[in-house]
């Protein structure tokens, strides 16, 4: 590790503090790097102290945070996650492989497997696989990978596309209606027809009720912009597309296709492209944005073939790591 950094402090929780460093270090890194290092998830759990992670902080001799890297092992029945940021200034220091080297080396709750035995006791497997992304597919973040370990498992796309160009009209099947989700009623429903839209999905399809409620407590929330399709004589649910807005001081901003689903036993008939259309147009028309974007797993063929003939286009990878 490089002399420009002298310690790694440890932690189960942040405080308000390091919380605000860590927000700083990822801006100055997404700046630098054109892709924000963190996902989502963790930024929420950030600032949520009720569930314990392991976070390590590196710090420079003037007191400076110049690295942060977090261990998810929340979930048992999942990987384990490993994030990890350094400071475009204190990079190729050594700074990452410490924090990596660090992280790695703490003990991770292994997965209770069944013992059939009568009469024994259920083991827990000493270790369990790590997943780790590189956003916006970093050379750097690459060769750590590799140098630890890890294979690339998979690619998520970032594709966008300009909302000043032509779009077509929305032409949704017969029978089936728009309108915008409603907190605290559709909630359950939505849910349901999530898990099932996603259901091969690794992190989407296994949201509960919590990951739903956080973000809907979220400042960029918008109802207006999360459009469900349904069924107009039943009032089932037959799909969604919740935009999404960020907006950073000093840059201009960007819509999303948050997220985008449909009923499985309504495939094929035209309501993802119906809905994508419309909550472009929303995008455009209600919030006053000239482009958007959206994320795509590199292996969902048929979702990507769709994009690509709504005039998305590639922008950026981001690569997943595993170590078994």
């Known amino acids: 590790m490089s002399a420009r950094t002298i310690r790694l402090d440890g932690s189960e929780r942040l405080d308000p503090t390091q919380v605000t460093q860590v927000l700083a270090l990822a801006r100055a890194a997404g700046d630098a790097d054109g892709a924000d290092p963190l996902d989502e998830q963790l930024l929420l759990r950030l600032r949520d102290d009720r569930t314990p992670a392991t976070h390590l902080l590196a710090w420079a001799e003037d007191g400076t945070l110049v690295g942060y890297a977090n261990l998810d092992t929340d979930d048992p029945a999942a990987d384990a996650g490993v994030a990890l940021v350094v400071h475009p200034a204190y990079r190729r220091q050594g700074t990452g492989r410490a924090l990596a080297q660090e992280l790695l080396a703490r003990p991770t709750p292994g997965r209770e497997v069944s013992a059939f035995a009568a009469g024994a006791t259920p083991q827990a497997v000493p270790s369990r696989p790590v997943r780790a992304w590189a956003h916006g597919d970093h050379p750097s973040a690459a060769a750590l990978a590799v140098g630890l370990g890890f294979r690339r498992a998979r690619v998520l796309w970032q594709l966008r596309r300009p909302l000043t160009a032509p779009l077509s009209e929305p032409r949704l099947p017969n029978g089936v209606t728009l309108r915008t989700f409603v907190p605290g009623v559709d909630d359950e429903a939505w849910l349901a027809l999530n898990a099932r839209a996603f259901a091969d999905h690794p992190e989407q399809g296994r949201w509960t009720i919590d990951d739903l409620r956080v973000r809907l407590a979220e400042p960029w929330f918008d109802a207006a912009g999360f459009l469900l399709a349904e069924e107009s004589a039943t009032g089932r649910l037959l799909g969604f597309h919740w935009t999404k807005v960020h ?78």
């Open 247 to 324: 907006e950073r001081p000093g840059s201009a901003s960007i819509g999303e296709v948050y997220v985008l689903g449909v009923e499985p036993s309504a495939h094929g008939g035209g309501l993802g492209r119906a809905l994508t259309t419309a909550g472009l147009a929303y995008l455009r028309e209600q919030r006053g944005l000239d482009r958007v974007m959206l994320y795509v797993d590199e292996s969902n063929t048929g979702a990507v073939a769709l994009y690509q003939r709504l005039g998305f286009a590639r922008w950026s990878a981001h690569v997943h790591y595993q170590r078994d």
